[in-house]
């Protein structure tokens, strides 16, 4: 359950980034939901490689080199999703992933987390 609903909080995200940035395109509603279950795929088999094969520079910059690693899976999320999702630049997948988890931690700690602790 808390997988599809942050699929669904992914989608509202990515089309509120695409609202707000001229490089960041997507084609419609279901081109976000098909963009953040692929994200999330992503994440769950290819991030954790990637956090440790990149594990030393992650530590030396202190957690900031992740938002790089998102920005990858933006991007390869992008390059799978062709015409309907696009990212102009590699500048704007960092930008979108920072505001993604920033927003993403916001909903987790304001709405997500209260709910949990009411049930």
Do not use: C
């Not at 279901?30 to 992503?42: K, R, W, Y």
């Not at 990149?54 to 899976?73: D, Q």
């Not at 990212?87 to 987790?108: C, E, R």
């Amino acid at each position: 359950m808390n997988w599809i609903i942050s699929i669904f909080i992914n989608a509202l995200l990515l089309i509120v980034i695409a609202g707000y940035f001229d490089s960041f395109h997507l084609e419609g509603v279901g081109a976000a939901l098909f963009a953040s279950v692929i994200l999330s795929i992503l994440n769950i088999f290819l991030k954790p490689i990637l956090i440790f094969l990149t594990l030393p520079i992650t530590v030396l910059s202190l957690g900031l080199f992740l938002f790089v690693i998102n920005a990858i899976t933006l991007m390869i999320t992008s390059s799978i999703m062709g015409d309907s999702f696009q990212i102009d630049g590699f500048g704007t997948a960092i930008l979108a992933s920072i505001v993604l988890s920033f927003f993403h931690l916001l909903i987790q700690k304001a709405i997500i987390e209260p709910l949990q602790r009411n049930h």
